[in-house]
Nanobody, 125 residues
Framework: QVQLVESGGGSVQAGGSLRLSCTVSRNTFSSVCVGWFRQTPGKEREGVAGIYSGSGATFYADSVKGRFTISRNNTENTVYLQMNSLEPVDTAIYYC??????????????????WGQGTQVTVSS
């Protein structure tokens, strides 16, 4: 089974920052889009950001555009999500996912092939 492992979650005041990391297996990371998704109780898992491992092209949901930055280090097989200007509405469990290239454009959870275990992000007012 391909593994994706998230880290970097925690609690922060509104306006603060967190940096999430996702480490994936080499073969999966080199051949697919890697994205970040989030989920809160009672809501569907929604796409946040995606990145092509090859070109480095990035994609963002409107709700986080200008505040979050996704990047990658292919040598380390790691994708990062820098989260700035955090708001209480950003509170969620954040999941890293690997999927087909189209997942980066759609940020559709149904196009993910592998998921990490999730990391909790809590933003207080």
């Amino acid at each position: 089974q391909v593994q994706l492992v998230e880290s970097g979650g925690g609690s922060v005041q509104a306006g603060g920052s967190l940096r999430l990391s996702c480490t994936v297996s080499r073969n999966t990371f080199s051949s697919v889009c890697v994205g970040w998704f989030r989920q809160t109780p009672g809501k569907e898992r929604e796409g946040v950001a995606g990145i092509y491992s090859g070109s480095g092209a990035t994609f963002y949901a409107d709700s986080v555009k200008g505040r979050f930055t996704i990047s990658r280090n292919n040598t380390e097989n790691t994708v990062y999500l820098q989260m700035n200007s955090l708001e209480p509405v950003d509170t969620a469990i954040y999941y890293c996912a690997a999927g087909i290239y189209g997942m980066c454009q759609t940020l559709n959870r149904n196009e993910a092939k592998f998921w990490g275990q999730g990391t909790q992000v809590t933003v207080s007012s």
